[in-house]
């Protein structure tokens, strides 16, 4: 059987050739072999070690995604209806960007808002309604109670006079549930992320 090759040995302090007595030899001297094995140990500590923080960094996670899921089943229905609002007008606000304010026609604002045409007080059923919901300046939705009459007249520029009826004389009182309200805020994040993407490739 023939020798192991001449080798150098592993100890980066040392590097010097050597003939190994074995194949798995990989130290000239003793002294360097307890040197090499006493790194390794070392590596396989630090190495188990990271294992184990990343194991307790996942755990750590698992009981903080435990607990928001918690927190979110207790959180009340008004938050649910605020969260599918909020989505519903972000979706809007991007929808409607190139359009001036539905009501005064003002292109700049120093803020934009997703003004309804019946509010969700009057209307409930009606405050998740794309039909009912376009861009508005802060100045008619907040401070000239939505500034309905040029509202109306460019909402049925827009969407038809039927349209417009259909949503004046819809007085069918709902009431939103939290699952609704959950998958409405789903279905306008993903709404909001189509738009953005076909306008992104269209560009």
Known sequence: MAKPARRRCKNDECREWFHPAFANQWWCSPECGTKIALERRSKEREKAEKAAEKKRRREDQKQKD?????????????????????????????????????????????????????????????????????????????????????????????????AVDEIESNHNRHRWTVEECKAIKAEYQQKLKDLRNSRSEAA
Do not use: M
Request: charged content about 25%.
């Open 66 to 162: 435990k607990l928001k899921i918690r927190k979110l089943a207790l959180k009340p229905r008004s938050y649910w209806i605020k969260q599918a609002q909020q989505a519903v007008n972000a979706f809007i606000r991007e929808r409607d960007r190139d359009l001036p304010c539905i009501s005064c026609g003002t292109l700049t604002s120093a803020q934009w808002d997703a003004g309804h045409y019946r509010t969700t007080a009057a209307a409930p059923q009606l405050r998740f309604d794309e039909r009912n919901i376009h861009k508005q300046c802060v100045v008619c939705n907040q401070h000239k109670s939505g500034n309905l009459v040029p509202y109306r007249v460019e909402l049925i520029n827009r969407i038809g006079q039927e």
